[in-house]
T-cell receptor, first 114, second 111 residues
């Protein structure tokens, strides 16, 4: 009954590899996000999808490609991984309406590029 | 661009009140948030306030918003050791409601 789930929780890989992170929300929300938290704990928006449509793309390298097969899923594929990609990647889902405007975060995927 | 600033560290004694301050620059922000992150964990939404409010209380948490000065604060009453964590202030600006986060305040509660 987890609201926002991500897989895998940990990912250790070599430089140059391609990897994917998956996110699913069972809240029925229309909008989902990817955020990146670096080693200094700074959090920054990367992408957002609303109902399978890309609405935010924040100057992220082309090696990062989000995909939303349906509004409950938002995946992140990363090509040619670099050392600087090591971070925690958080997925979030947005609840709006009825006087509420909140984002619920997944547990994060800890990516380490060696 | 939008900017959210907060002090990086706060240390209090157990039982005291903690006040974490935040300033933001985006005047179009309609909602402002406080998130808590414990070591190795994800982000937990603590509370949020709509921009036309100036105060919101939720049990031990009190949020104060001064929209004129673009200043937001989070007060935790009777701070406990379990409150030790990083607290992030965030604002939502624009039609896509992307969150802009501060750098986080590490709250340390000493017994």
């Amino acid at each position: 009954d987890t609201a926002v789930s991500q897989t895998p929780k940990y990912l250790v890989t070599q430089m140059g590899n391609d990897k994917s992170i998956k996110c699913e929300q069972n809240l029925g929300h229309d909008t989902m996000y990817w955020y990146k938290q670096d080693s200094k704990k700074f959090l920054k928006i990367m992408f957002s999808y609303n109902n399978k449509e890309l609405i935010i793309n924040e100057t992220v390298p082309n090696r990062f490609s989000p995909k939303s097969p349906d509004k409950a899923h938002l995946n992140l594929h990363i090509n040619s991984l670099e050392l600087g990609d090591s971070a925690v990647y958080f997925c979030a889902s947005r609840l709006a309406g009825g006087g509420r405007e909140t984002q619920y975060f997944g547990p994060g995927t800890r990516l380490l590029v060696l | 661009g939008e900017d959210v600033e907060q002090s990086l560290f706060l240390s209090v004694r157990e039982g005291d009140s903690s006040v974490i301050n935040c300033t933001y620059t985006d005047s179009s922000s309609t909602y402002l948030y406080w998130y808590k992150q414990e070591p190795g964990a994800g982000l937990q939404l603590l509370t949020y306030i709509f921009s036309n409010m100036d105060m919101k209380q939720d049990q031990r948490l009190t949020v104060l918003l001064n929209k004129k000065d673009k200043h937001l604060s989070l007060r935790i009453a009777d701070t406990q050791t379990g409150d030790s964590a990083i607290y992030f202030c965030a604002d939502s600006g624009g039609s896509n409601y992307k969150l802009t986060f501060g750098k986080g305040t590490l709250l340390t509660v000493n017994p």
